[in-house]
């Protein structure tokens, strides 16, 4: 073994105690960004919040339904915002987490191993990143949209009276103009005290109210104070009266209401965000089956079927609805993914990686023909080698070895 493939530091003659403490220590050190950056993170949560929900939102109002979501408890608000605060910060902090492992695990491995790690460490990074784009600017708008649009109920369509062909005494009982309902597409921006209107882009009936601030207990007062301050973009108090909007959702008569639950919706689409992530890391699986000489790229390529129909399966499995359109838009990137794969383990070699050449395509021809050459001389050598059992051996030799065969 060469000095330069021997440890940096022995790790079997390290004592048991002495691993515990370097291990607790790398906690304590891993534990240092998360936890501030949770804190953090439920401060922005309602902005979190609010930019999971907008694809929702969009698919409802481009299928016509009311655009909104409900929490059917008092704390599945408060616990949904932990939730995205804590995955967020752990998201964030996953470089400095894995770098705290990779510490820990560095020291007893060999240099080419390290090499090996060098690579897939930023392969991956990249792969998580496409997979997060892809997840919200295709993935999970389309699959809202296809969801949403399978469950919408369709109204029930009526023709508009004529006045020219409508009989003078339906017109006479018919309410005048001045009491229907307006329907506007946008909603005004300076309404008035007791104003209604119809959101035609919504689907709800709006309607504006006095805002009387009630303040019940000190508790809750400090806590709408404090709301302003940490608030981004919130306005502070400035004695005037304030007027509220109050808004109820409009459905088809005699249809289904798609309004979803906040908590659900929000555990809809971290699942498909975890399984989009972790599907798009294949070209990382293909490297590592490759390099240890489990596959091949001829393999990989004689077996794309028998590939197709897994990765059909696996999209059927991460999806959480199972719905063939998005089941689609997930299986055309895993098929790009696994060609990838092929080519990055065509270009990137084992035996490169640990020399520390990348993307070396040179060295590929230069081992290609070396494979070559090698094959047919090893071809040549059978040719010229004679045959011991079909050869006639000399009188000589039988005399030398005094009548036997040695």
């Not at 691993?19 to 534990?31: D, I, P, S, T």
């Not at 599945?76 to 752990?90: P, Q, V």
């Not at 949209?145 to 009989?167: H, K």
Request: net charge negative; glycine share 6%.
């Amino acid at each position: 073994m060469s000095p330069s493939d021997q440890p940096v530091r022995d790790g079997t003659s390290m004592s048991f105690g002495e691993h515990l403490h370097e291990l607790r220590g790398r906690v304590f050190k891993a534990l240092i960004v998360p936890l501030p950056l949770a804190v953090v993170f439920f401060l922005l949560a309602p902005q979190i919040r609010e930019i999971l929900i907008s694809p929702l939102f969009a698919a409802l109002r481009a299928n016509g339904q009311t655009v909104q979501i409900q929490a059917l408890s008092p704390a599945e608000t408060i616990t949904t915002d932990m939730k995205l605060a804590l995955i967020a910060a752990l998201s964030i902090s996953a470089p400095w987490l894995l770098f705290q492992v990779w510490k820990f695990v560095e020291p007893g491995l060999y240099i080419h191993e390290r090499r090996y790690v060098y690579f897939l460490t930023p392969l991956s990074s990249v792969l998580t990143f496409v997979a997060i784009v892809a997840f919200y600017w295709i993935l999970l708008p389309f699959a809202l949209l296809f969801l949403v649009g399978f469950g919408a109920s369709q109204p029930r369509l009526l023709d508009l009276p004529d006045p020219a062909t409508t009989p003078p005494p339906l017109l006479a009982r018919a309410e005048p103009p001045s009491a229907l309902m307006p329907i506007v597409e946008v909603d005004p921006e300076l309404p008035q005290v007791g104003q209604a209107w119809i959101s035609a882009t919504d689907q709800v009936l709006r309607v504006a109210v006095p805002h009387n601030k009630v303040m019940p207990n000190a508790l809750i007062g400090f806590a709408q104070e404090a709301s302003q301050y940490l608030t981004i973009g919130a306005k502070s108090d400035d004695g005037k009266p304030k007027m509220a909007i109050l808004e109820v959702p409009l459905s088809v008569l005699g249809g289904i209401s798609q309004i979803y639950r906040l908590s659900e919706y929000i555990d809809f689409a971290l699942v498909m965000l975890a399984g989009t992530v972790i599907a798009f890391q294949m070209p990382v699986a293909i490297l590592l089956l490759g390099w240890i000489g489990l596959v091949t790229p001829k393999f990989l390529r004689e077996k794309r079927r028998f590939a197709v129909f897994i990765m059909a399966i696996i999209a059927a499995l991460v999806t959480p609805t199972a719905d063939p359109g998005t089941m689609m838009l997930l299986l055309v990137p895993l098929w790009a993914l696994y060609e990838t794969g092929i080519v990055l383990l065509v270009l990137v070699p084992a035996k490169n990686v640990s020399q520390g050449r990348l993307f070396s395509v040179r060295g590929i021809r230069e081992q290609a023909a070396q494979a070559a050459q090698a094959e047919r001389q090893w071809t040549t050598s059978d040719e010229d080698e004679p045959d011991d059992w079909h050869t006639p051996r000399p009188k000589d030799d039988d005399q030398s070895t005094g009548g036997r065969s040695s």
